[in-house]
């Protein structure tokens, strides 16, 4: 069956500018992770959502970085006013409920030019 | 605060010699840890996890509570073996932050 996906692949934008990043989760799957990864680091945690609703949205890193998951499938991950720093792979995981297997989608490699 | 520490950036050894990725974890509750793995070109994936005391690939991680590790051990490494190995710990109380390491990278020499 179809795994995770994540859209677009690659993002190129200028700082200042919105961005969004979309995560299609494995069907059925209420549990979706958002990570994002810097060279050479581990994926670090940004948002857990069970359902429709951000459970643990503590490590988003400030005010710019938002998701929302409105129908409890599809995720969507939004940057404000971009910045260098925000360039990373973007992760995004699904799995069947909480303290399972998470099952990862390629990522989203943003570069903030 | 909960915190993942893989001290071994990149680990290199013979093919047939045994391997052990370590990792200590700080958390203040019971931990869920789990190990995955990226293999060249491919995306994270599950290797194992700690209540299923399973081994897969030839691979095994035993939480020690005292010492508060989790490292993964395999007795003879493969060449297959060879790929990024992240640590990861879920935590639990109602909040389901996921912490993984830094990763080490696992060279199998033929």
């Known amino acids: 069956g179809a795994g995770v996906s994540q859209t677009p692949s690659n993002k190129v934008t200028e700082k200042g500018k919105y961005v969004e990043l979309r995560c299609d989760p494995i069907s059925g799957h209420t549990a979706l992770y958002w990570y994002r990864q810097s060279l050479g680091q581990g994926p670090e945690f940004l948002i857990y959502f069970q359902g429709t609703g951000a459970a643990d949205d503590s490590g988003l890193p400030n005010d710019r970085f938002f998701a929302v998951r409105p129908e409890g499938s599809v995720s969507t991950l939004k940057i404000q006013r971009t910045e260098r720093g925000d360039s990373a792979v973007y992760l995004c995981a699904s799995s069947n409920r909480p303290y399972n297997e998470q099952f990862f989608g390629p990522g989203t490699r943003l570069t903030v030019l | 605060a909960q915190r993942v520490t893989q001290p071994e950036k990149l680990l290199s050894v013979f093919k047939g010699a045994p391997v052990e990725l370590k990792c200590n974890y700080s958390y203040s509750g019971s931990p869920e840890l789990f190990w995955y793995v990226q293999y060249s070109r491919q995306r994270l994936q599950l290797l194992l996890r700690?209540?299923s005391r399973e081994s897969i690939k030839g691979f095994t991680a035993d939480l020690n509570k005292g010492e508060t590790s989790f490292h993964l051990k395999k007795p003879f490494a493969q060449e297959e073996d060879s790929a990024m190995y992240y640590c990861?710990?879920?935590?639990?109380?109602?909040?389901?932050?996921?912490?993984f390491g830094t990763g080490t990278k696992l060279q199998v020499i033929p």
């Open positions: 990861a710990l879920y935590g639990s109380g109602g909040y389901q932050k996921v912490t």
């Open positions: 700690h209540i």
